[in-house]
């Protein structure tokens, strides 16, 4: 047999095949590692060499290479059957248990059976159109390229010699003129040539007749088709701070090159969900610059080229790359309250270069010393940080103005019964963790039953003290606003414990805005110097109309009443006024409006005149705080005891927001004093 003749038509495979049943049977080797394939592989090189045998054999199964040679020895060669005729039984050669149905460039190999110079030359002027196609594999045990097509079954074929051959970039026209690859009667050659261009087509023609002189002197017949996308050659990935480059060679004719980023741990997965670096066309190499520092990722490179205006794809060249870990610890991060009562909070932070950030949540916060430590990721439990403390809400990411990434955890709970919480994020990289900044926070009790009392010159703020608060602070806000948008810039008043129960309350003297506000009360506690603010409460103030007016009562030559004239002043200008009525009570100072009788009255001009006729009411065209300018006269004449004026409207909503301030008493008598 000549070396170059097909494995299985040479005669030796089959008394290897009866050694190594006989060594599986006898328990000296398992079945699962000494295969078929391996004999092939041997008797495919022609090495009898006993170490070069060893060589090609597994670990388990070298031993036995001495064996092997031995019966290599034993067995002649056969000569190639010089009728050359083709058995029709054949059945395509099938794959060894190794190999891999992938498209990759092939290497030299000289033609099995009749040299090319015998054939008939090709005269055939129609074009041809080959029916059947070529399959390309990839033998995992050689790395060779295995080209298989179906047997030819044409009438008058008792012998059939295929001829297969190649053309770069565009397909042969004739088998003439092609790259010869091989001849051979079986239904499959192997290609070791290296890529010349983009695109390598292959074509298998067929010879065929009754014998082997007529099999040669027959018009050869277009068989089968194939096409070969040439991939890169010497593919080297390197990592250079936590940028992956990637070198090779890219094969001339080839459009681009399709890049494929897969993490190690996903490797056996494919997809274009996996390309990257889309916007170019990688010719010269590439380099990727997403990569997340401290990972494992295996690189896939095909090459593009247009087949028959359809961009094709060629096989992967693979590699395994490891980006260098950088841990950087979390120095920022941030924790807010997303609910009125504490109860919930909300967590933020820099996202670090390189890993992902895992936040814990503990009573007593890490062991002393830990912050910016590096240690295994397993043994964060001994400082502390067993995996039980590990928050589980899910994160999100956005990039804020200056570029940064910044990273959320929203809706963390508050534990019940903590009164303190550690906050502790750590980064991990490739097993090892580093310990950020904690951010430590305690948790005061709810500020409830908040109350502002109105007096005539002070309002006073009372509310059940929360727990654990070291003291309350109020902000001044517009009124309606929501303390979610911020205080910041508000003015506010502070308030101890001590002081609350020294005075009853926070005392709000000649502080709130005349015409309303609203009052944010936040309870303050204090951890590592820092204070930290609770839950806010917040009521609304309404503001407050503060009204004087000034009577005096005009008496005749017996001491007796007959008028009274009345002027009103404001604490701030006002167009108009609410109604008022004057009271006369002849036994006491009136109590309400309705404690006594309405007194009528009527404005007076310029003059001092009546300038409308009586009525009870009293209602000044506008309140200013010079007060004088509009008199009301009052008609007093045989009433006796005090009279008194009153805010006349049915609305309790509306006196609570004006205080009507008295006069001396004696200026509201109508009877003289007694001696």
């Given at each position: 047999?000549?070396?170059?003749?097909?494995?299985?038509?040479?005669?030796?495979?089959?008394?290897?095949?009866?050694w190594r049943e006989q060594l599986i049977e006898s328990g000296a080797v398992e079945a699962r590692s000494f295969k078929e394939a391996h004999l092939r592989l041997v008797l495919r090189s022609g090495r009898t060499d006993v170490e070069q045998i060893r060589a090609m054999l597994p670990g388990s199964v070298s031993e036995h290479a001495e064996e092997m040679a031995q019966v290599l020895a034993r067995l002649s060669p056969k000569a190639i059957d010089e009728s050359g005729r083709h058995r029709s039984t054949d059945a395509p050669a099938e794959p060894d248990a190794e190999a891999e149905a992938v498209v990759l460039p092939a290497r030299p190999q000289a033609a099995q059976g009749p040299a090319d110079g015998e054939f008939a030359p090709h005269a055939l002027t129609e074009a041809q159109v080959g029916a059947q196609t070529v399959t390309l594999h990839r033998r995992r045990d050689t790395g060779a390229l295995e080209l298989r097509w179906p047997a030819f079954d044409g009438p008058g074929a008792a012998v059939v010699l295929y001829r297969l051959v190649s053309g770069e970039d565009s397909p042969p026209e004739s088998p003439d003129g092609a790259d010869l690859v091989a001849v051979t009667t079986?239904?499959?050659?192997?290609?070791?040539?290296?890529?010349?261009?983009?695109?390598?087509?292959?074509?298998?023609?067929?010879?065929?007749?009754?014998?082997?002189?007529?099999?040669?002197?027959?018009?050869?017949?277009?068989?089968?088709?194939?096409?070969?996308?040439?991939?890169?050659?010497?593919?080297?990935?390197?990592?250079?701070?936590?940028?992956?480059?990637?070198?090779?060679?890219?094969?001339?004719?080839?459009?681009?090159?399709?890049?494929?980023?897969?993490?190690?741990?996903?490797?056996?997965?494919?997809?274009?969900?996996?390309?990257?670096?889309?916007?170019?066309?990688?010719?010269?190499?590439?380099?990727?610059?997403?990569?997340?520092?401290?990972?494992?990722?295996?690189?896939?490179?095909?090459?593009?080229?247009?087949?028959?205006?359809?961009?094709?794809?060629?096989?992967?060249?693979?590699?395994?790359?490891?980006?260098?870990?950088?841990?950087?610890?979390?120095?920022?991060?941030?924790?807010?309250?997303?609910?009125?009562?504490?109860?919930?909070?909300?967590?933020?932070?820099?996202?670090?270069?390189?890993?992902?950030?895992?936040?814990?949540?503990?009573?007593?916060?890490?062991?002393?010393?830990?912050?910016?430590?590096?240690?295994?990721?397993?043994?964060?439990?001994?400082?502390?940080?067993?995996?039980?403390?590990?928050?589980?809400?899910?994160?999100?990411?956005?990039?804020?103005?200056?570029?940064?990434?910044?990273?959320?955890?929203?809706?963390?709970?508050?534990?019940?019964?903590?009164?303190?919480?550690?906050?502790?994020?750590?980064?991990?990289?490739?097993?090892?963790?580093?310990?950020?900044?904690?951010?430590?926070?305690?948790?005061?009790?709810?500020?409830?039953?908040?109350?502002?009392?109105?007096?005539?010159?002070?309002?006073?703020?009372?509310?059940?003290?929360?727990?654990?608060?070291?003291?309350?602070?109020?902000?001044?806000?517009?009124?309606?606003?929501?303390?979610?948008?911020?205080?910041?810039?508000?003015?506010?008043?502070?308030?101890?414990?001590?002081?609350?129960?020294?005075?009853?309350?926070?005392?709000?003297?000649?502080?709130?805005?005349?015409?309303?506000?609203?009052?944010?009360?936040?309870?303050?506690?204090?951890?590592?110097?820092?204070?930290?603010?609770?839950?806010?409460?917040?009521?609304?103030?309404?503001?407050?109309?503060?009204?004087?007016?000034?009577?005096?009562?005009?008496?005749?030559?017996?001491?007796?009443?007959?008028?009274?004239?009345?002027?009103?002043?404001?604490?701030?200008?006002?167009?108009?006024?609410?109604?008022?009525?004057?009271?006369?009570?002849?036994?006491?100072?009136?109590?309400?409006?309705?404690?006594?009788?309405?007194?009528?009255?009527?404005?007076?001009?310029?003059?001092?005149?009546?300038?409308?006729?009586?009525?009870?009411?009293?209602?000044?065209?506008?309140?200013?705080?010079?007060?004088?300018?509009?008199?009301?006269?009052?008609?007093?004449?045989?009433?006796?005891?005090?009279?008194?004026?009153?805010?006349?409207?049915?609305?309790?909503?509306?006196?609570?927001?004006?205080?009507?301030?008295?006069?001396?008493?004696?200026?509201?008598?109508?009877?003289?004093?007694?001696?």
């Open positions: 047999m000549t070396e170059h003749q097909h494995v299985d038509d040479d005669p030796r495979l089959r008394a290897l095949l009866d079986a239904t499959s050659a192997i290609d070791e040539r290296a890529p010349l261009a983009a695109v390598r087509h292959f074509q298998v023609w067929v010879n065929a007749g009754e014998s082997h002189t007529e099999a040669l002197a027959a018009q050869p017949l277009l068989h089968a088709t194939g096409v070969l996308i040439s991939r890169i050659a010497d593919l080297t990935l390197s990592e250079d701070s936590g940028r992956v480059i990637g070198q090779y060679t890219v094969p001339p004719g080839v459009s681009a090159v399709y890049v494929y980023r897969v993490p190690a741990h996903e490797a056996h997965r494919d997809g274009p969900q996996y390309r990257v670096l889309a916007g170019q066309d990688n010719l010269a190499g590439f380099v990727d610059v997403d990569v997340e520092r401290g990972g494992r990722y295996v690189y896939r490179a095909r090459c593009a080229a247009p087949v028959e205006g359809v961009l094709r794809l060629s096989e992967p060249a693979s590699g395994e790359v490891a980006v260098s870990a950088v841990l950087a610890p979390v120095t920022d991060l941030a924790v807010t309250g997303s609910s009125a009562d504490g109860t919930v909070l909300d967590l933020a932070w820099t996202t670090p270069p390189g890993g992902r950030v895992v936040v814990f949540r503990s009573q007593t916060g890490p062991a002393p010393g830990t912050e910016a430590a590096e240690l295994p990721e397993d043994a964060l439990d001994q400082v502390g940080l067993p995996s039980e403390l590990r928050l589980a809400q899910p994160i999100s990411e956005e990039r804020d103005e200056d570029g940064r990434i910044r990273t959320a955890m929203a809706g963390v709970s508050w534990p019940d019964g903590w009164s303190r919480a550690y906050f502790t994020p750590v980064t991990l990289i490739g097993g090892q963790a580093m310990l950020g900044k904690t951010f430590a926070t305690v948790r005061t009790g709810v500020i409830r039953d908040v109350e502002l009392a109105e007096y005539c010159n002070k309002q006073v703020l009372t509310f059940d003290w929360p727990d654990g608060a070291a003291s309350v602070v109020v902000y001044l806000a517009p009124k309606g606003h929501d303390p979610r948008d911020g205080l910041g810039g508000s003015q506010s008043y502070e308030i101890t414990l001590e002081e609350y129960e020294r005075y009853g309350g926070m005392q709000l003297a000649g502080v709130l805005p005349v015409h309303g506000c609203s009052l944010h009360l936040a309870p303050v506690a204090f951890t590592a110097g820092r204070r930290v603010m609770g839950a806010v409460a917040s009521v609304e103030y309404q503001g407050l109309l503060r009204l004087q007016y000034a009577v005096r009562v005009g008496r005749d030559p017996q001491g007796r009443p007959f008028t009274a004239t009345i002027a009103v002043r404001s604490e701030y200008d006002l167009p108009g006024s609410p109604a008022f009525v004057l009271v006369n009570n002849p036994h006491r100072i009136p109590l309400s409006v309705h404690d006594g009788e309405p007194v009528d009255v009527a404005p007076l001009n310029e003059q001092g005149q009546l300038a409308a006729p009586p009525s009870k009411e009293l209602r000044w065209s506008q309140l200013t705080t010079s007060g004088g300018s509009e008199l009301w006269a009052a008609n007093v004449r045989n009433r006796q005891g005090w009279i008194r004026l009153f805010v006349n409207t049915p609305a309790p909503a509306s006196l609570r927001l004006i205080a009507l301030l008295d006069p001396p008493v004696e200026n509201l008598r109508l009877t003289p004093a007694g001696p």
